[in-house]
């Protein structure tokens, strides 16, 4: 009897065993697509760009010398008056006590003149020529003081700052860039406009701007072509362009995407059937460029493409992948191979 317990206790484990235990559904990643070689549409043609401060600014000692502090890293905020950085300032302390001394001494010598000449012991001329002397010390220890100030590095406003530039021990010059900093407030989209499009587009023509990344839905906002740059870059042969933001508080250097009202549209591609992808699709293996392809069932695979060339407007391909085929135009290095997504188009719409 026992024997028999024993063997149906052992089959009941086995048994038990070899069910398979039902994994987690894992939920499928957010990433953003579009069909290679859609048509713009007839309002606009895409471009994608990034959030940049309207007021960027480089912020530097107005003396040389050691960094001896430097308060602040890449994406702090500060405020107007805040310190971020100081030199060693011993030097400039010394001037300035030497400078004070001196003018001291000068205002203790005119005092002196002053009472002799009421007693027509000296001339006027001697006494004119004390006090030319106290007016120079006086600026020359005015000069020293500023001098001493100007190690300390001062916040002129509100921002954030977008890079350090120097580190703490190491000896700068004089308006060398130490810190770059984004002024609070207004927002901007960099864009660069193609030469083929740039007579379609007017300083003060409506922009409709997406934004998006992980995690959050994707959120339109209205703005305005604020500034083209009259002459195209001399190696991408584009233009440069900035339109504005109504949101001042929209992340510094998030991906966005720019449609003009207004434009003719075209097939996004380029001379003799190549393709044209934004910058953001690619994701470079070594020196080799890929793009991740979405299968029907919303998987996701990784496929080399060839690049014919590099523009700020985006990437052209020359082969590796054919007009229809929807890819993932960003968050490329979140994915892995086979993974499922959850393919959101361009515009905000989920697929």
């Known amino acids: 009897m026992k024997k028999s317990l024993l063997f149906a206790a052992l089959v009941f484990a086995l048994f038990a065993c070899s069910k398979e235990i039902p994994s987690q559904v894992k939920a499928e990643r957010p990433a953003l697509t579009l069909v290679v070689g859609g048509m713009a549409g007839d309002s606009s043609h895409v471009y994608s760009g990034e959030i940049r401060a309207r007021h960027e600014v480089a912020l530097s000692f107005r003396v040389g010398g ?61 006494l004119d020529a004390k ?10 220890a005015g000069l020293a003081r500023n001098q001493s100030a100007y190690t300390t590095l001062i916040a002129e406003h509100d921002g954030v700052v977008m890079a350090t530039l ?27 406009i193609p030469e083929s499009r740039f007579a379609d587009c007017k300083v ?44 001042g508080k929209v992340p510094l250097g998030m991906t966005a995407q720019v449609r003009f009202v207004g ?56 082969s590796g992948i054919a007009a229809g085929e929807r890819i993932v135009s960003a968050g490329v290095h979140m994915l892995n191979a086979g993974e499922k997504i959850h393919a959101i188009e361009s515009g905000g719409v989920s697929l």
């Open 66 to 126: 050691k960094i001896v502090q430097r308060l602040v890293d890449a994406g702090a905020v500060v405020k107007a008056g805040q310190i971020l950085a100081r030199l060693d300032s011993v030097d400039e302390g010394l001037q300035t006590g030497s400078a004070d001394a001196q003018y001291r001494t000068a205002e203790a010598e005119v005092e002196r003149y002053r009472v002799l000449r009421g007693q027509n012991f000296v001339s006027q001329s001697a």
């Open 131 to 140: 006090e030319a002397t106290l007016k120079s010390l006086s600026a020359q």
């Open 166 to 192: 120097a580190e703490v021990g190491q000896v700068v010059n004089a308006g060398q860039a130490i810190i770059r900093l984004a002024q609070d407030g207004e927002r901007e989209v960099a864009i660069a």
């Open 204 to 247: 003060g023509m409506k922009a409709e701007v997406t934004l998006w990344n992980e995690g959050s839905e994707n959120y339109h906002q209205t703005g305005r072509l604020r500034e083209l740059s009259p002459a195209a870059d001399a190696a991408s042969r584009t233009y440069a362009a900035r339109v504005s933001l109504p949101d």
């Open 263 to 318: 434009t003719r549209g075209e097939a996004k591609s380029g001379a003799g059937g190549e393709l044209i992808v934004p910058l953001t699709a690619i994701f470079q293996q070594g020196e080799q460029a890929a793009v991740w392809v979405v299968a029907p069932d919303h998987s996701v695979s990784l496929r080399t493409v060839h690049v014919t060339s590099y523009r700020d407007d985006g990437v052209v391909i020359g």
